[in-house]
Structures are given as structure tokens and as C-alpha cells.
């Protein structure tokens, strides 16, 4: 579903390392790379610098597929042994899918990065899901359901604390969370548009980016 889903860090050269490090144990190679050296891109996952007009993402989740449960374990390996702060050992977590097996690490802005792995996890991109920390549920859940005839999502299901978004069949998902916790802030979600009169920049309730293109 997602064309890309950008992250701006405030160091790039941190975060980069950072990112090649984890994503290489899986292994996840980057794909492009400016010849500036201001961003580099993963499969449709794409890491540039911050500045005064785009500040830092914060808070974002990022679940990585991994083709197996060996990979999970090789990320998490990687990234702890680097020095970057654990944010959940790899293990089942059957409260998801009775298969689901995930590991958590903190990337260096402190937005969550997980790598994942369940039976049909897709294998044509880097990005499994998203979850996307929001200050009204109701709010938000409202306009991504406004969007979604122009940008090929649908609302799969919605409790009181999250509302989970995807396309049709296999592929790229999005929660919205509203758990208490700070929203998430300065993400960019681009998709290719399933109506192309609609494309565009959009800023959501909580001033997240989302690009149809």
C-alpha cells in the first residue's frame, strides 16, 4: 500500500547507521541513496535529514518484515550489540496473530522499530505496518476513512483504544492509537492514489504528511 513512508531524523548520520545496521540483519538493503548524502531509501522506507521546515519524526512505529523468525532475532541481536536501546526482546506475540513473532528496538529519535514475522508476512517491501500514536481517535479515524476512497485504504476494525486501515488482500497496514501516550509527530505516508484527481499533500488532525500520488 505505501508508495513510501518517510522518517526525518535529527542526525542523519546517527540515524542512518542506525537503520543499516538493524535492517542489514535481516537482511533489508538500501535501495537508493542521494547524491547529496541527505537521505536513503530501504525498499518504500526512506530516512533525510531534518530541518527547520521538517522537524524530526517522534513516535512513530515501524514494523520491518523479516522472512523468518531467525531474522527477527538477527535484528534485535544487531541492534542491542550496537548499543541501541531495546524496546521488547523477540518473542511471540500471540495477542496480534496466534503466530505473530516480533522484536522491538528504539531508534536513535526514539520512534519505535520493530521487525516481524507471521505466516503470509509480505515479502515485496520493507514496511509491514505502522502504528501512528493520534490525539483524537475519533478525529483522525474520521478523516483516513474521508481519504480512503482516493488513497485505496479501508477501516478493517476499530475499538476504543485503535482503528487499523489497509488495502485489499496482502500487504502494508496502519493503526491509529490512542492510548494515552503523546501523538505521533512530523510522519510522511506517501501511497500512489486510486484516484488520481485527488493527489496530493494532506496534513492529518495531528499534522502528519500524508502524499497521494
Known sequence: ?????????????????????????????????????RGTAWADFTLVQADERHPPT???HIGFAA???????AFWTAGVHAGHHD??????????????????LLDPDGNSVEAVHYDGVRSDGAV???WIRVGDLDAARAWYEALAPAAGWRLRGVDDE???????GAGSSFALVCDGH??????????????TGRAGLRHDPDGNRVELL
Open 1 to 37: 500500500m505505501f508508495a513510501r513512508v518517510e522518517l526525518r531524523a535529527e542526525d542523519l548520520v546517527t540515524s542512518r547507521r542506525f537503520y543499516t545496521t538493524v535492517l542489514g540483519a535481516l537482511p533489508i538493503a538500501p535501495t537508493e541513496r542521494d547524491a547529496d548524502g
Open 67 to 73: 522472512a523468518s523468525r531467525e531474522a527477527v532475532d
Open 182 to 195: 503523546p501523538h505521533t509527530e512530523h510522519a510522511h505516508l506517501a501511497v500512489v492514489a486510486a484516484d
Open 58 to 60: 517522534r513516535r512513530l
Open 162 to 168: 485503535q482503528a487499523h486501515f489497509g488495502g485489499d
Open 87 to 104: 524496546d521488547g526482546p523477540p518473542g511471540p506475540r500471540p495477542q496480534y496473530l496466534p503466530d505473530y513473532y516480533g522484536a522491538f
Open 128 to 130: 509491514d505496518h505502522l
